[in-house]
């Protein structure tokens, strides 16, 4: 694994997320019953949060094992996967959570994905990077190469309902999920390397530096969105 991944594993979100945002987008979901869930994502929280406040059980199904290894420390019911993959439920779930961080086959294709795992009338949460507003030529040109396919918001919806969810809302995760909850963490994890940042290390500090200062230059017009859909 790259020195940015070994990083990523000792942080509580994989990618730009928080517990505000977790909790906010989780009571956007409105009074919901669910009686087969999963969470798709980077983190332990979420599902915990989940299990919690819903009282069901939920699978977290994980690419990445350390952070499969601390669910399951935590009592959660964890499935290995592989990247993109979202294990299947006879039936379909009534509420089917997952963060996605790019999106290199299109968001069409991955909601076309939610849209046939999702029980009737069950709920889907989505998150995938969205341009807010017309993004600058250099932003686009960065952002694309280092996330992959990225949509405008509206966009999004449309997408959602030419696969036939019903959109109930969306949320915009706000800089802070991405400063105070990711570069700044992630700075300091690789501060705490200090002299043993070989070669490889300084080219993925080097990666992390231009990511965060275009993101410092240009927040307004991209973060992730988290739409809350029906089936």
């Known amino acids: ?38 969470f798709v994502g980077d983190d332990c929280y979420t599902p915990a949060l989940i299990q919690k406040k819903l009282g069901c059980s939920v699978t977290a199904a994980y690419a990445d094992d350390v952070r499969a290894e601390k669910a399951a420390a935590e009592g959660i019911n964890v499935r290995s996967v592989q990247s993109f993959e979202i294990p299947e439920a006879e039936g379909g779930y009534d509420l089917l959570w997952y963060n996605g961080v790019v999106e290199f086959d299109g968001v069409d294709r991955r909601l076309a994905q939610l849209r046939s795992l999702i029980a009737k009338g069950g709920t889907a949460v989505y998150r995938t990077l969205c341009w807010l507003i017309d993004p600058s030529p250099d932003t686009l040109c960065y952002c694309e190469k280092r996330f992959g396919i990225i949509e405008p918001l509206d966009r999004v919806i449309i997408y959602a309902k030419e696969q036939g969810f019903r959109v109930n809302d969306f949320y915009i995760a706000p800089k802070s999920d991405w400063t105070e909850h990711h570069y700044k963490p992630l700075s300091e994890a690789a501060g705490r390397c200090g002299a043993s940042i070989d070669g490889d290390a300084a080219a993925g500090m080097t990666v992390l530096e231009k990511e965060e200062e275009m993101f ?13 859909l029906k089936g």
Not at 216 to 228: A, D, G, N, Q
């Open 216 to 228: 410092e230059l240009h927040c307004e017009e991209y973060s992730y969105v988290y739409y809350i």
């Open 1 to 38: 694994m790259n020195f940015l991944g070994n990083l990523l594993e000792d942080l509580e979100f994989g990618s730009a997320g928080s517990r505000e945002t977790a909790n906010a987008v989780l009571d956007m979901c409105g009074k919901i019953s669910p009686e087969r869930a999963v």
